[in-house]
């Protein structure tokens, strides 16, 4: 069998590469997983340096485990390169670990994995288990499936402690762009920072001359420079090929084609077969499926492969029982210049053989993508039709969603080229909605089902469900909630159904965006009494979880917490996706509203984490549950937490699909006095149609905040008076007293340059939030009560301290830092500059980088002459300079020396210190200090 190439000694160049690729190792042996990306043009040598990388990795002690990503003519093949990497793992670490055998269970006979992150972690464990620094190379990532990228990215993103892996993998350059799975990759902020990258550019004139023969004529050598334009396949070419051998060569077509077939046109008639079944086959072929598709007998079969060899056109694959291609533009090009009789019969051979014995796809996860091929280039559409049906629901399966709409999108271009299609066109539509719904296309979801409803016709409640859900999810909520309602009226008066009760409780979920909390509570309950007359299970757990979102907003949080429970635990059963996301972002949302911030954080959280497992953090229920997330660490003053989620799903959302983590940065924007960045979210979803109290309450608010925090008094309030004016007429008490409480806040501050105008704000304020109080208070609410309460009496001139004290001390028995902070600034104004509150707030603005409430504590304590340094004890400066000097063992006149005070000064000091030390002498206060390491 010919020897696999190229060979690493032939390598010219590349050296900065190659060492930076060394030190990454490097770093690797001492326990840090590093990933590299190497990027450049077809032909610029990207797999020459990872051959030649791998082979001085392996002499440096490291393993080395391989994959390819195939073309195949732009079809994804999900999770091609594993299956390559397996096979390799298989051969230098044997078969007995329990991760290989659980991937190679999944793939060789569909064993169960519940879903993407399954596969993910067994890759890792696989991996991990290998005890040594390894090196995982996956090569042409431009062709890599949808399912491929996310373990690429899974792999990038894990976290890199403890694991010694150096992941490097190549990708075309150009060709990817903002649509292309590729490129949304590599314009990923969270996978760009986690990654390094390397740029190959084209070969100076001295390395095209190291690379070719050295004794060509150095003129010949300059024209092929420049004709290649430093590409070192293209160099290659055109001198094997001969084409700059004469001056009419000079005025070849620089378009690769030319040149890579010019050497393929000598050729034996066999070994041109050969290569065409190989070509049409993909980048690799089986040596099998080779000597049943050529129909070549041995000897000649034998003969043609190794022509194609010598002439450096195939090489040996993974093993000595695959042929690949010694570059994958040679593929092209060979597979383009084929003319189209042949390449059908060669598709219609591929296509028949695999179908008869599935052992020979090279990729036998993906054989039905791979049939699916082959027939559609053979013309057959019956057999492609049905290839493609099967593929997508297989992909479906492994939740390789983004295939699947692949595959269906292709069996829906087929179904009106086949007589018997046997699958209904409707079906088709609803299946390529719903991938395209789980790849982060919801916009394509909708043109999806549109089409449907086109097709079967506009009584279909069940199509109408899924459009207004669709519209839901690409903020056209109005919409959503006219169709929502429609498909109820054509279901009235008709028997329980699963789709009966479907579509009630979407009608139910509207009524609560819309604040309509008691009308959607009974809605729920008859969509819940509907479900279980129709026994449809996974109705019942969506009833249930609209209920139970209901219960919680109207306060009756024990019920609604319980009813959620239900849900996710049916979700989890049935297996439905969409109900358990929903679930554990009403479940969190509820929590928040009844201020159990930690908990609904952690429901959230658990619920992304959930998405995240199952590779759906691009979509709308992920997008929601992050921002519940979100909302709940912004009030436990966990901010940095808080913008890191909101601001990752904000990466290539539209405003109108990202309102709610738009809002809620802003929001934080606005506490931490980054005004202009607030200015430019809240820009960003300003004609944005949301009736949804959650949305329109804290966007008054937030705006409200902005303009005091800007100077701005009466814009202020006028923004209060337009969220009163939107929220007057709903039942969230819960957003009305907080802007009720901002509105207040406003009216005192205004009191002190036009008090007649502010008391008739403040009067109409409190009246409006003695209307909102719930007649079931929460925490909260009560909290709520008491800060406007506060505000009234700054307002009036008459706030007390206490009045203030308890309200900080409300708020943090709420978890509510930053509140707390603001109360104790307010305690401490009306005290007329008390130190320990101002210290307190001062310490938490600190923290929190609230730049705005941080600048008005500086203000009062310059007004009071406070000193805010936070030392320890509660000392003075001085009399922490004293504890200073008697930890190094100075004596009352010591100190008086070094301070440059009377020594009586200096004995009161001493005594003041053992005071707030609590300590008796000199001795203990130096072994306290040395204790709380004050002076390390």
């Not at 059963?573 to 509203?593: P, Q, S, V």
């Not at 904000?650 to 990202?658: G, K, Q, V």
């Not at 806040?745 to 002190?752: E, I, P, Q, T």
């Not at 008459?798 to 603001?822: H, K, N, S």
């Amino acid at each position: 069998m010919p020897d696999r190439s190229p060979d690493p000694a032939d390598f010219v160049g590349r050296g900065a590469e190659l060492k930076m690729l060394a030190e990454r190792l490097d770093r690797v042996r001492q326990g840090a997983a590093a990933t590299v990306l190497i990027g450049g043009d077809a032909g610029i040598g990207k797999s020459r340096l990872l051959s030649r990388f791998a082979a001085d990795a392996r002499e440096a002690g490291a393993r080395v485990l391989t994959g390819a990503c195939e073309e195949h003519f732009g079809d994804p093949m999900p999770y091609g390169p594993l299956l390559e990497i397996l096979e390799d793992y298989s051969r230098e670490f044997g078969t007995g670990d329990e991760a290989y055998r659980r991937l190679t269970g999944f793939f060789d006979r569909g064993d169960h994995i519940s879903g993407p992150q399954q596969v993910f972690v067994n890759v890792r464990r696989m991996l991990e288990a290998v005890g040594e620094p390894l090196v995982l190379i996956i090569e042409d990532l431009h062709w890599a499936d949808p399912s491929t990228l996310d373990l690429v990215r899974h792999l990038a993103q894990a976290r890199a402690e403890g694991r010694r892996l150096l992941l490097v993998c190549s990708h075309r350059t150009a060709g990817p762009g903002p649509a292309d799975p590729l490129g949304q990759l590599l314009a990923s902020a969270n996978f760009t920072r986690r990654v390094e990258r390397a740029e190959l550019g084209p070969f100076t004139l001295a390395e095209v001359r190291a690379l070719l023969d050295d004794g060509l004529d150095p003129a010949l050598i300059e024209r092929c420079r420049k004709w290649s334009e430093g590409n070192p396949f293209y160099a290659e070419q055109l001198i094997a090929s001969g084409a700059l051998s004469s001056p009419e060569s000079v005025q070849l077509s620089a378009d690769l084609q030319s040149v890579l077939l010019a050497r393929v046109n000598d050729l034996s008639a066999d070994a041109l077969r050969v290569l065409r079944a190989a070509a049409v086959a993909g980048r690799t072929v089986s040596r099998r499926l080779l000597r049943l598709v050529s129909k070549l007998e041995p000897d000649a079969l034998g003969a043609s492969v190794q022509e194609c060899f010598n002439r450096q056109m195939l090489i040996t694959g993974r093993d000595e029982d695959t042929y690949r291609f010694r570059h994958a533009l040679l593929r092209e090009a060979v597979y383009t210049a084929t003319v189209r009789d042949i390449r059908v019969d060669l598709h219609t051979a591929m296509a028949r053989a695999l179908s008869g014995d599935a052992s020979l796809s090279l990729a036998e996860g993906s054989a039905a993508a791979e049939l699916a091929l082959h027939w559609y280039q053979a013309g057959s559409w019956p057999e492609a039709f049905a290839s493609a049906v099967r593929a997508g629901d297989e992909a479906m399966r492994t939740f390789a969603f983004t295939s699947a709409e692949v595959q269906f999108d292709r069996a829906l271009t087929l179904w009106s080229r086949v007589a018997d299609p046997g699958v209904p066109r409707v079906r088709l539509l609803v299946a390529a909605a719903e991938a395209a719904r789980w790849s982060g296309g919801a916009d394509r979801a909708l043109n999806r089902i549109e089409a449907a409803i086109a097709e079967a016709g506009p009584d279909r409640p069940d199509l109408m469900e899924r459009q207004a859900t669709y519209l839901w999810e690409t903020g056209r909520r109005q919409e959503a909630e006219l169709v929502y309602r429609a498909a109820a009226g054509l279901l009235d008066g008709s028997p329980a159904s699963a789709v009966k009760a479907r579509v009630l409780a979407a009608v139910a979920l509207a009524q609560l965006h819309a604040g309509k909390y008691a009308e959607g509570k009974e809605t729920a309950e008859g969509a819940l009494r509907v479900a279980i007359e129709a026994g449809a299970r996974a109705e019942e757990g969506r009833a249930r979880n609209v209920s139970g979102l209901a219960h919680g907003m109207l306060g009756n949080v024990g019920e609604g917490v319980e009813r959620l429970n239900q849900a996710i635990t049916i979700a989890r059963a049935e297996n439905h996706l969409e109900d358990l996301l929903r679930a554990y972002a009403n479940l969190g949302l509820i929590l928040e509203t009844a201020g159990d911030l930690r908990e609904a954080a952690e429901a959230s959280q658990t619920g992304l984490a959930e998405a995240r497992k199952l590779e759906l953090g691009n979509t709308t229920q992920a997008m929601i549950l992050a921002n519940n997330a979100g909302v709940a660490l912004v009030m436990l003053g966990e901010w940095d937490a808080a913008e890191t989620i909101l601001a990752e799903m904000l990466l290539d959302r539209s405003p109108a699909e990202s309102v709610y983590p738009r809002l809620t940065l802003a929001e934080v924007k606005v506490a931490r006095g980054d005004y202009d960045r607030a200015r430019e979210l809240l820009a960003s979803i300003e004609t944005v149609e949301n009736g949804d109290p959650r949305f329109l309450g804290p966007l008054h608010t937030i705006r409200a905040l902005l303009a005091l925090g800007s100077g701005d008094l009466p814009e202020a309030g006028r923004e209060v008076a337009r969220g009163v004016a939107a929220l007057h007429d709903g039942e969230n008490s819960l957003e009305r007293l907080r802007l009720c409480a901002v509105g207040l806040r406003c009216a005192a501050d205004l009191a002190r340059s036009d008090r007649k105008l502010a008391m008739q704000v403040g009067d109409q304020l409190a009246r409006e939030g003695f209307e909102a109080r719930p007649a079931e208070s929460t925490p909260e609410t009560d909290q709520l009560v008491r800060l406007c309460q506060a505000e009234r009496q700054r307002l009036r001139g008459t706030g007390t301290a206490l009045m203030w004290q308890q309200v900080a001390e409300g708020w943090d028995r709420l978890d509510r830092p930053y509140e707390a902070a603001y109360a104790r600034l307010r305690q401490a104004a009306a005290t007329g500059g008390t130190r320990e509150p101002l210290l307190a707030a001062h310490r938490e603005a600190t923290r929190l980088g609230a730049e705005p409430l941080l600048a008005d504590v500086v203000r009062l304590a310059r007004e009071f002459r406070l000193d805010l340094a936070d030392r320890p004890y509660g000392l003075t400066e001085a009399e922490f300079e004293t504890l200073r000097l008697l930890y190094d063992g100075a004596d009352a006149a010591g100190i008086a020396r070094a301070r440059g005070v009377s020594q009586r000064t200096s004995e009161t000091q001493i005594r003041r210190v053992y005071q707030k030390m609590d300590v008796h002498s000199q001795a203990q206060a130096m072994a306290k200090a040395r204790a709380d390491n004050l002076f390390p």
